[in-house]
């Protein structure tokens, strides 16, 4: 019985976690065995597609529209640049540091509970007891600037952009160019997202302060001594934010378990088990009537006899 529980959970578990996702819409809704999507274009409406080629305009468009009458989002920027991106949900503790200012890799906030943190000081594990064991500090390497710039009075250009950016960063924070990696820019949302990325192994540059520096300035709580607001130059205009969400991405994914088994999931999981014992029930009662049925029929034929 708990086996058969339990294997029904591991099977399912993994169908849930086996990725099938469409390369050519992150609208299209994807089953596993085998991997087939589908993209809404109605209510009730659904379309097979092919995730390996373009998808039809007009599926697009249907998509779209339905998205917009949800009041879904449609913008094509921003969120997790990869799966195992995660963001930093417990905000300050009282870390343990090194001589050199670098994070323990076991931090517990001066408590009995305890997680494992990346270089940036970020959990990326789940939280356990004293006895918890973090092997080694995992580099971040990447982090996802998600911010959004207040109104300007005339139009952004991306090139403008990058160009505003990199120098911000570079005058401001002492972040060579060549670590802005990649600039994404919406101009209805005033989102800009910056990828800043170093080689995996690169242990010459720490992005954890400028991580802190550039969030603290957003927060309008600047670190610098010099209290001014984070301003980049962009095509002459002087551009700030108002917003910032970060991403951080280590060289190795981070180990949180079970967050991706978010209500609906959840509740697939307990109806599965349910069918499971129910199933079990009407399996044991039948055996049950057989049993009695057996035992009724054996006196008769002696009877007979
Ligand atoms: C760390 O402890 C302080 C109080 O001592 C608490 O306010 C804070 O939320 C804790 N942070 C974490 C991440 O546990």
């Known amino acids: ?32 065995n085998p991997c087939q999507c589908k993209l809404l274009v109605g209510d009730n409406d659904k379309v097979d597609v092919d995730c390996t080629k373009l998808i039809p305009k007009c599926f697009l468009m249907k998509a779209q529209m339905r998205r917009a ?38 931090q517990c906030n001066g408590t009995e509970e305890c997680w494992c943190v990346n ?12 006895g918890l064991k973090c092997e080694e500090v995992v580099e971040t390497y990447w982090m996802r600037l998600q911010m ?12 403008d952009l990058k160009t505003g950016i990199e120098n911000a960063f570079l005058s ?4 060579p160019k060549n670590f802005v990696d990649k600039i994404e820019y919406d101009k209805d949302s005033r989102m800009v997202i910056v990828d800043v990325k170093k080689e995996i ?13 550039i969030e603290k300035d957003i927060k309008e709580l600047p670190q610098f001594l010099k209290g001014d607001n984070f301003e980049a130059s962009v095509g002459g205009q002087k551009m700030q934010m108002e917003k910032i969400l970060v991403y951080y991405v280590d060289e190795k994914a981070p180990t949180f378990t ?27 009662f039948l055996r049950r009537r057989e049993q009695a049925r057996y035992s009724k029929a054996q006196p008769r034929e002696m009877d007979n006899m």
Request: net charge positive; aromatic share 8%; hydrophobic share 45%.
């Open 69 to 106: 009458r949800k009041g879904m989002d449609t913008r094509t920027i921003g969120g997790k640049p990869v799966e195992t991106a995660f963001v930093d949900n417990d905000g300050v503790y009282d870390p343990e540091c090194e001589a050199t200012g670098k994070f323990k890799a076991k």
């Open 172 to 175: 401001r924070y002492q972040l």
């Open 201 to 213: 192994g690169d242990r010459k540059i720490d992005l954890a302060p400028f991580g802190w520096y």
């Open 148 to 159: 959004v710039h207040k109104e300007l009075p005339t139009e952004v250009k991306e090139n």
């Open 1 to 32: 019985m708990k086996l058969l529980i339990a294997l029904a959970l591991v099977s399912f578990a993994v169908g849930a976690f086996s990725q099938c996702a469409c390369q050519s819409s992150k609208w299209a809704l994807c089953d596993d």
């Open 258 to 284: 079970m967050k991706h088994l978010t209500g609906g999931v959840i509740a697939v999981i307990v109806v599965v088990i349910l069918a499971v014992v129910a199933g079990l029930l009407v399996l044991y």
């Open 119 to 130: 270089s940036a000081g970020v959990r990326r594990t789940d939280k356990g007891d004293k």
